[in-house]
């Protein structure tokens, strides 16, 4: 991976989850980034997982796996990570990014895609999830 690309993606990353949820710093930062492309959180889906830029700069990304590493019981592809830098929020593209992974799953025939909703995840995200059909585990069975 291009190292501009990544410095770019690990400060977005950085800057869109609360203190503490995911890195604690850039360097923590860049080490997930690394660890998502060389598959530390699954096999990356390199056909639904999208940046977003802005100004030529990465501003966001959505990272899509094969398959859960935490939740073996979900089928199909899983969505690792959605962030967009505060900087660049508001403006459509964490609705773009989550359109564009649901669009190239369905393409490819996947039936289903998953997500985790934690902590790190703020009440725009789960409306942005629940707006695109997404629901809890519990009322998908």
């Known amino acids: 991976m291009d190292l501009r690309w990544r410095d770019q993606l690990a400060l977005a990353y ?21 660890d998502t492309f060389a598959g530390e959180y699954g096999t990356l ?38 962030f967009v830098a505060p900087a660049a929020a ?13 669009a ?8 289903q895609l998953s997500l985790r909703i934690g902590a790190g995840t703020s009440a725009a995200a789960a409306h942005l999830y629940v707006g695109h059909g997404f629901m809890p585990l519990t009322q998908a069975r």
């Open 14 to 34: 950085l800057d869109a989850y609360p203190p503490g949820v995911a890195a604690e710093n850039l360097d923590d930062a860049r080490q997930d980034i690394d």
């Open 45 to 82: 889906r390199n056909d639904a997982s999208w940046v977003a830029l802005q100004g030529g700069r990465a501003v966001g990304a959505v990272h899509v796996v094969e398959r859960s590493i935490w939740d073996p019981e979900l089928p199909g592809p899983f969505i690792i990570d959605l």
């Open 90 to 102: 508001g403006q459509g593209l964490g609705r773009s990014l989550i359109r564009a992974a649901v």
């Open 104 to 111: 190239a799953c369905t393409q490819a025939g996947d039936t």
